[in-house]
């Protein structure tokens, strides 16, 4: 099992740029949430999706927008990247249930937007 | 919305002492509580969580109390290590069957002085 994965690792972007910050995870859980982590901040929620088809907007979701492809794979674009935009974002699951509300994080993509 | 206010924002403790750090919360209708511990440049892994119908919970040298009259729970880490260096996040979760978001505090960086 390779839990949460996230690609790319790193990445610099230039003002107006767009990208597309990949997710996956591999078990078998319905939900799925993206947060970027910036000092002092702590982790915010940007977009979360509770099953395959659904999503819904988080604390900072202006300038992004999310797919939920499969139950696998949760992707994060930025349309037109904004210094703003600078930080580390983390990739979540959990299953949905009463039986643990344990979040699984991947490892991180650190993006510089210049 | 709920909101998680988390002190202090730095700890530093000496080797063998014990470390506490505090979280406030907002609704009263949260019902469980993580703790997260992210060591430097990794991603953040859940060490203990408490439900709301548990006062008090143990996992060797750490543990978690909770008090909902006050609205605030703790963690506690006893006969700390060089590797509980770490920054600890709080976080919380409003009742909402099918949506497992969690409200993070803002983090703090542990320092464990030899």
């Known amino acids: 099992n390779a839990g949460v994965t996230q690609t790319p690792k790193f990445q610099v972007l230039k003002t107006g740029q767009s990208m597309t910050l990949q997710c996956a995870q591999d078990m078998n859980h319905n939900s799925m949430y993206w947060y970027r982590q910036d000092p002092g901040m702590g982790l915010r929620l940007i977009y979360y999706s509770a099953s395959e088809g659904t999503t819904d907007k988080g604390e900072v979701p202006n300038g992004y927008n999310v797919s939920r492809l499969n139950k696998r794979e949760f992707s994060l674009r930025l349309e037109s990247a904004a210094p703003s935009q600078t930080s580390v974002y983390f990739c979540a699951s959990s299953l949905r249930g009463l039986s643990s509300y344990e979040q699984y994080f991947g490892p991180g993509t650190r993006l510089t937007v210049t | 919305g709920e909101n998680v206010e988390q002190h202090p924002s730095t700890l530093s403790v000496q080797e063998g002492d014990s470390a506490v750090i505090k979280c406030t919360y907002s609704?009263?209708?949260?019902?469980?509580f993580p703790w997260y511990k992210q060591e430097l440049g990794k991603r953040p892994q859940l060490i203990i969580d408490?439900?709301?119908?548990?006062g008090e919970k143990k996992d060797q040298r750490i543990a978690v109390t909770l008090n909902k009259t006050a609205k605030h729970f703790s963690l506690h880490i006893t006969e700390t290590q060089p590797e509980d260096s770490a920054v600890y996040f709080c976080a919380s979760k409003t009742p909402n069957f099918g949506n497992e978001k969690l409200t993070f505090g803002t983090g703090t960086r542990l320092t464990i002085i030899p």
């Open positions: 408490i439900r709301s119908n548990v």
């Open positions: 609704d009263s209708a949260s019902n469980y």
